[in-house]
C-alpha cells in the first residue's frame, strides 16, 4: 500500500541558500530509491520561509529503508544542524 510522508520546515531567510543543495541532494538520492514513486515541495504563501514536502512510496518498507539508509541520513543530520531542530515526518496511508 503506498504511502504518504509529509515533512514540513520552518527555513529562516539566513539559511535558505545553505539549505538549497542539502534539499536538492536528498531529492536525487531518495529518487534513486526502490519503492520511490514522486516528491512535491511547496513555499507557504502566507508564512514565508515555511515548506511542506510531500514524498510517495510504495510501502511502508520502502520508505522505512530510506529513512535508515547511511547517505540519507548524513544529508538529514547536516539539515538539521543548519535549522536547529530535528525534522519531523508524518506518515499517511490511503484510506
Do not use: C
Not at 536547529?84 to 508524518?90: A, F, L, S
Amino acid at each position: 500500500m503506498a504511502v504518504k510522508i509529509i515533512i514540513k520546515r520552518i527555513v529562516p531567510e539566513n539559511k535558505a541558500e545553505a539549505l538549497k543543495p542539502l534539499l536538492q541532494r536528498l531529492r536525487n538520492l531518495a529518487m534513486q530509491q526502490p519503492g520511490y514513486i514522486s516528491g512535491e515541495t511547496f513555499k507557504r504563501i502566507d508564512r514565508p520561509g515555511e515548506s511542506l514536502v510531500v514524498s510517495t512510496w510504495q510501502s511502508m518498507d520502502d520508505w522505512r529503508k530510506w529513512v535508515l539508509a547511511e547517505e540519507r541520513r548524513g544529508t538529514q543530520e547536516k539539515i538539521d544542524h543548519l535549522l536547529g531542530e530535528m525534522t519531523e515526518y508524518e506518515i499517511y496511508a490511503y484510506d
